[in-house]
């Protein structure tokens, strides 16, 4: 069984900074593409950041030049710095991966649980 776990959510004054971690757990076979998602209250979920298992990586015009991807595949782990926050940046943060587990021959779709992250004074 595959899981993926966040971490680092919490609330913090606009301006301040976050940093929020995936971690995959399970039988892993491969991680392919990995991305940050969020959800506010009566909005659907969006793209933040994502990234691919060479290391490139895509960012919603929103968060360009506040938030930083980063993975470390050897840990299988996935980060998201977040500077700069506003108030709009609140939401419900979902780590997704694209994952070939080893008990199957395809890639599979990933979602984990959330963290939330609050921006208010």
């Known amino acids: 069984q595959v899981q993926l776990v966040e971490s680092g959510g919490g609330l913090v004054q606009p301006g301040g900074s976050l940093r929020l971690s995936c971690t995959a757990s399970?039988?892993?076979?491969?991680?392919?593409?990995m991305g940050w998602y969020r959800q506010a209250p009566g909005k659907q979920r969006e793209l933040v950041a994502g990234?691919?298992?060479?290391?490139?990586?895509n960012y919603a015009d929103s968060v360009k030049g506040r938030f930083t991807i980063s993975r470390d595949n050897a840990k299988k782990t996935m980060s998201l710095q977040m500077n700069s926050l506003k108030p709009e940046d609140t939401a419900v943060y979902y780590c997704n991966a694209d994952i070939q587990p080893t008990t199957a021959m395809i890639r599979l779709n990933y979602w984990g649980q959330g963290t939330q992250v609050t921006v208010s004074s």
């Open positions: 990234i691919t298992s060479g290391g490139s990586k």
């Open positions: 399970g039988n892993i076979y491969t991680i392919n593409a």
